[in-house]
């Protein structure tokens, strides 16, 4: 009996949703993108340059089956409803498994949910639609102008440079994270210096002479303020203010990321990796669900039914007097505000109670999740500040107190959000306060901080770089490309690092710039608004780049590599260290005419035991440079993990024990230790 076929991207995605949709439905998964551009044609681009920019589209290695058994699937449904992610990005995968699997225009909808819970996902069905073709296009365009700009950039730094790769965000992030490391390099340190009146319950500190600002500058200035003072304050104003302390708004991508790098110490890969796992779905006692709402999203926007629900549990719960109003925001450029910000799909459902069926990473990011939701919509919480100034032969010293009125929001929100009262002592107008006692002390300005992933995050997201949803990735890859390290979680650009970002400077800075990235992410919105044809883009583009590499590879030095002080047994020429694919070797300085290629010695460090086969475990890498555990005993044995083997057998299954983010598990089942 033929049946409703409904097509999603993750397979975890796809059992959630064919429990809430009965058996007139099957739900599949594409396993994410079926196809991507071919590495044909011109530079290997897979776009027809001469031909309006036309993309050539492949399937991606390993997919042929999935596509298979997709076609088989959609000749016998009913109706397919393409029910893929509600950004760009699932957009395009929509339309990529629409014209793959000749899906007939007659007989398919787009459906889209911002949530995976039983109403929202049926609910979606009475709001299908048509693929959004100017998304597709925006997105498809985004894709070639990543696959021109990298693939060139690429292979100019390959052949001219020890650099692996650049692109178009991420020579950017680069650039910011070299620029930082130029401006503490030049930055000189300038001395100053703090006066505090030391009395028994606080202490005052020296803010102005008369009535201007006063800077301090060496110890000479400090003994002149400190032989014109007296051991008598005079206490000339007191000032008390009630201020509102209002709530931050709910999480978008960008600031979800931060928090879990700044809060729950997870890296922005990570908490993206975990949100997903939220998002998709977790088996509770009675239902599996999705806990919260989509992960990749620029809006603090959040549905009214959501608002209603949390104001009845606020009141409920802390009282009326604790329900808040909603926040607006005042971003209006490149907000994709098609669907929500990131929120608990339920607020009835807290943290606490679905704690036994969360891992810790999880119920971390879910609570740091819920209770930004939460105290979102909850009342400001109110302070009296008190400033209390003194004044002492025209030096003027401040005391400042705060005293917590109302607690607001961070009833729910004080383990994320410090707030500590300082209570002063009760001081009257015109009373005299006396001490001898000062406390000078010398400083000296420091240079600017090195970014962090969370900070780095922040200022790309500020200047309209890239998407948010592709921020870990970018990190990653100029970590992965040896492009920068981090020291103490702080970004340090290396040397191969410099030389890649001075070379694109030299060349490219009209290109490889933080106005001309942001100006391209507002044209690349434009295009999914139909105010710019996204191939005149393509066109204006590629017009100004290309002429702009040739001159680079005809012009750029070229780095000679270094050279070991070894002789090539072969020709006699110098023994030269070169970046492969796969990392370092070393190879004749003659090449081509001397192709000799120096072979390492292996080193196989041994992990485990086997628990097979009693031979060892070994650290190896695959072609690709990526480390795995494999037995020393291949072929005969072929055990092998991606994760660190630690030779102990499951207690439930037997297999390999396993350590992975310091957790110890089963390598074959769901055992966790």
Same mark, same amino acid.
């Given at each position: 009996?033929?049946?409703?076929?409904?097509?999603?991207?993750?397979?975890?995605?796809?059992?959630?949703?064919?429990?809430?949709?009965?058996?007139?439905?099957?739900?599949?998964?594409?396993?994410?993108?079926?196809?991507?551009?071919?590495?044909?044609?011109?530079?290997?681009?897979?776009?027809?340059?001469?031909?309006?920019?036309?993309?050539?589209?492949?399937?991606?290695?390993?997919?042929?089956?999935?596509?298979?058994? %997709?076609?088989?699937?959609?000749?016998?449904?009913?109706?397919?409803?393409?029910?893929?992610?509600?950004?760009?990005?699932?957009?395009?995968?929509?339309?990529?498994? $629409?014209?793959?699997?000749?899906?007939?225009?007659?007989?398919?909808?787009?459906?889209?949910?911002?949530?995976?819970?039983?109403?929202?996902?049926?609910?979606?069905?009475?709001?299908?639609?048509?693929?959004?073709?100017?998304?597709?296009?925006?997105?498809?365009?985004?894709?070639?102008? +990543?696959?021109?700009?990298?693939?060139?950039?690429?292979?100019?730094?390959? *052949? @001219?440079?020890?650099?692996?790769?650049?692109?178009?965000?991420?020579?950017?992030?680069?650039? !910011?994270?070299?620029?930082?490391?130029?401006?503490?390099?030049?930055?000189?340190?300038?001395?100053?210096?703090?006066?505090?009146?030391?009395?028994?319950?606080?202490?005052?500190?020296?803010? @102005?002479?008369?009535?201007?600002?006063?800077?301090?500058?060496?110890?000479?200035?400090?003994?002149?303020?400190? &032989?014109?003072?007296?051991?008598?304050?005079?206490?000339?104003?007191?000032?008390?203010?009630?201020?509102?302390?209002?709530?931050?708004?709910?999480?978008?991508?960008?600031?979800?990321?931060? +928090?879990?790098?700044?809060?729950?110490?997870?890296?922005?890969? $990570?908490?993206?990796?975990?949100?997903? @796992?939220?998002?998709?779905?977790?088996?509770? $006692?009675?239902?599996?669900?999705?806990?919260?709402?989509?992960?990749?999203?620029?809006?603090?926007? !959040?549905?009214?039914?959501?608002?209603?629900?949390?104001? &009845?549990?606020?009141?409920?719960?802390?009282?009326?007097?604790?329900?808040?109003?909603?926040?607006?925001?005042?971003?209006?450029?490149?907000?994709?505000?098609?669907?929500?910000?990131?929120?608990?799909?339920? /607020?009835?459902?807290?943290?606490?109670?679905?704690?036994?069926?969360?891992?810790?990473?999880?119920?971390?990011?879910?609570?740091?999740?819920?209770?930004?939701?939460?105290?979102?919509?909850?009342?400001?919480?109110?302070? @009296?500040?008190?400033?209390?100034? %003194?004044? &002492?032969?025209?030096?003027?010293?401040?005391?400042?107190?705060?005293?917590?009125?109302?607690?607001?929001?961070?009833?729910?929100?004080?383990?994320?959000?410090?707030?500590?009262?300082?209570?002063?002592?009760?001081?009257?107008?015109?009373? #005299?306060?006396?001490?001898?006692?000062?406390?000078?002390?010398?400083?000296?300005?420091?240079?600017?901080?090195?970014?962090?992933?969370? *900070?780095?995050?922040?200022?790309?997201?500020?200047?309209?770089?890239?998407?948010?949803?592709?921020?870990?990735?970018? /990190?990653?890859?100029?970590?992965?490309?040896?492009?920068?390290? !981090?020291?103490?979680?702080?970004? #340090?650009?290396?040397?191969?690092?410099?030389?890649?970002?001075?070379?694109?400077?030299?060349?490219?800075?009209?290109?490889?710039?933080?106005?001309?990235?942001?100006?391209?992410?507002? +044209?690349?919105?434009?295009?999914?608004?139909?105010?710019?044809?996204?191939?005149?883009?393509?066109?204006?583009?590629? =017009?100004?780049?290309?002429?702009?590499?040739?001159?680079?590879?005809?012009?750029?030095?070229?780095?000679?590599?270094?050279?070991?002080?070894?002789?090539?047994?072969?020709?006699?020429? +110098?023994?030269?260290?070169? &970046?492969?694919?796969?990392?370092?070797?070393?190879?004749?300085?003659?090449?081509?005419?001397?192709?000799?290629?120096?072979?390492?010695?292996?080193?196989?460090?041994?992990?485990?035991?086997?628990?097979?086969?009693?031979?060892?475990?070994?650290?190896?890498?695959?072609? =690709?440079?990526?480390?795995?555990?494999?037995?020393?005993?291949?072929?005969?044995?072929?055990?092998?993990?991606?994760? !660190?083997?630690?030779?102990?057998?499951?207690?439930?299954?037997?297999?390999?024990?396993?350590?992975?983010?310091?957790? /110890?598990?089963?390598?074959?089942?769901?055992?966790?230790?």
């Amino acid at each position: 009996m033929s049946k409703n076929l409904v097509i999603v991207e993750s397979p975890a995605k796809s059992k959630t949703i064919e429990k809430y949709l009965g058996s007139d439905f099957k739900v599949v998964s594409s396993k994410g993108h079926i196809r991507d551009l071919a590495t044909s044609g011109k530079y290997g681009f897979g776009v027809d340059i001469d031909n309006g920019f036309t993309p050539k589209y492949v399937a991606i290695r390993g997919k042929k089956k999935d596509i298979t058994a %997709l076609k088989n699937d959609v000749k016998k449904a009913n109706k397919v409803y393409l029910a893929t992610d509600p950004d760009r990005e699932g957009e395009a995968i929509s339309w990529h498994l $629409k014209d793959e699997l000749g899906i007939d225009e007659n007989n398919y909808e787009r459906i889209v949910f911002n949530e995976i819970t039983k109403n929202a996902v049926i609910d979606s069905f009475n709001h299908a639609r048509k693929i959004d073709d100017l998304m597709v296009r925006s997105q498809e365009t985004r894709r070639i102008l +990543d696959r021109i700009i990298g693939f060139r950039l690429s292979k100019l730094m390959q *052949s @001219k440079t020890g650099g692996k790769s650049a692109g178009r965000v991420q020579s950017v992030a680069l650039k !910011l994270i070299v620029d930082k490391e130029n401006e503490i390099n030049n930055f000189k340190s300038e001395e100053y210096w703090t006066i505090d009146a030391i009395f028994n319950d606080f202490n005052a500190s020296l803010f @102005k002479y008369k009535n201007d600002k006063i800077k301090i500058s060496n110890e000479e200035e400090v003994n002149k303020i400190e &032989n014109e003072l007296s051991n008598e304050y005079k206490v000339e104003s007191i000032e008390e203010k009630e201020k509102n302390k209002q709530s931050k708004p709910p999480f978008i991508t960008s600031t979800l990321q931060q +928090d879990a790098i700044n809060k729950l110490n997870f890296s922005s890969k $990570k908490t993206m990796s975990v949100a997903q @796992k939220l998002y998709e779905g977790i088996s509770l $006692k009675d239902e599996t669900v999705g806990l919260i709402t989509y992960m990749r999203t620029d809006s603090i926007r !959040l549905s009214n039914e959501f608002i209603d629900s949390t104001n &009845n549990y606020i009141k409920d719960n802390y009282g009326k007097e604790y329900v808040g109003s909603v926040k607006k925001s005042k971003k209006t450029e490149n907000v994709q505000d098609a669907h929500e910000a990131i929120r608990p799909s339920s /607020i009835n459902r807290t943290p606490e109670s679905i704690k036994d069926y969360l891992t810790d990473d999880e119920y971390k990011l879910y609570s740091l999740i819920y209770f930004r939701a939460l105290a979102s919509l909850m009342a400001p919480s109110k302070v @009296k500040s008190t400033s209390i100034v %003194l004044e &002492n032969n025209n030096y003027k010293f401040k005391i400042n107190g705060q005293v917590t009125l109302f607690d607001g929001y961070l009833k729910v929100y004080k383990d994320y959000e410090k707030s500590e009262d300082n209570k002063l002592p009760d001081i009257k107008d015109d009373s #005299i306060l006396k001490t001898d006692k000062l406390d000078k002390k010398q400083h000296f300005t420091e240079p600017p901080a090195r970014y962090s992933e969370s *900070s780095l995050i922040k200022e790309m997201e500020s200047l309209g770089i890239g998407r948010p949803s592709t921020y870990a990735q970018t /990190i990653s890859t100029i970590i992965d490309r040896g492009y920068v390290k !981090l020291v103490q979680k702080k970004f #340090i650009p290396t040397e191969i690092g410099i030389e890649t970002n001075n070379k694109l400077q030299e060349y490219f800075s009209n290109l490889i710039n933080v106005k001309y990235t942001a100006k391209m992410e507002e +044209d690349l919105d434009s295009i999914s608004n139909g105010s710019i044809v996204w191939n005149e883009l393509l066109k204006k583009f590629y =017009k100004e780049f290309e002429p702009m590499v040739e001159n680079a590879f005809e012009n750029m030095e070229k780095k000679e590599p270094e050279k070991t002080g070894e002789k090539c047994p072969e020709c006699n020429s +110098d023994l030269v260290i070169r &970046n492969g694919k796969y990392g370092k070797f070393v190879s004749c300085s003659n090449y081509p005419n001397c192709k000799y290629i120096k072979k390492e010695a292996k080193q196989n460090v041994e992990v485990c035991d086997c628990i097979k086969c009693g031979q060892k475990i070994v650290e190896r890498k695959t072609k =690709k440079g990526k480390i795995f555990y494999g037995c020393s005993n291949f072929p005969k044995c072929k055990e092998a993990f991606w994760d !660190l083997p630690i030779g102990e057998k499951c207690p439930e299954c037997n297999n390999m024990l396993v350590k992975k983010d310091d957790k /110890i598990k089963c390598s074959a089942c769901d055992y966790e230790k």
